[in-house]
């Protein structure tokens, strides 16, 4: 018995409108640069920077607030399209050591900071993954990326 359901083939699927396509690349980028541009400007403060120094970051009240600007500039770059590979880049910069220092959850023995710190840690990986993606795919159609094309 035929099932009257239709699948899609590869080359159906690829041929979906651009503007879908471009609405969910430009909706991922918005969610993606998300987190970095609503948590950049904490780097700023004096709490943030004194967590950090207290955690053993060499220099935190340099090296603080050098990675809310680097978190900024990557998730501006990413939510517009422009220069997103950079962005992106940008954001593994960022996403590198902060989870090396501040997520090490190998280190903790209260089991629920481990289990909060570990959680953090995969977060991040998960976000650094996100951002080597977008390294090598790009902006989508929606972007200042494109238009400059």
Avoid: E
């Avoid at 993606?133 to 929606?142: D, E, F, H, P, R």
């Amino acid at each position: 018995m035929a099932s009257s359901t239709a699948t899609l083939t590869r080359s159906q699927v690829s041929a979906q409108p651009i503007s879908i396509s471009g609405a969910v690349t430009l909706l991922g980028r918005f969610l993606f640069a998300a987190i970095f541009l609503l948590s950049g400007p904490r780097h700023f403060m004096s709490q943030t920077i004194a967590y950090a120094a207290s955690q053993g970051v060499p220099l935190a009240s340099v090296a603080v607030p050098l990675s809310g600007v680097i978190a900024i500039l990557g998730g501006l770059s990413i939510l517009f399209g422009y220069r997103v590979k950079l962005g992106a880049w940008l954001i593994a910069l960022f996403l590198v050591p902060v989870t090396l220092t501040m997520h090490r959850f190998w280190t903790v023995t209260d089991p629920m900071m481990y289990q909060m710190q570990f959680v953090m840690f995969m977060k991040n990986l998960s976000m650094l993954g996100g951002a080597l993606l977008i390294s090598q795919v790009g902006a989508g159609a929606w972007s200042l990326d494109a238009r400059r094309k």
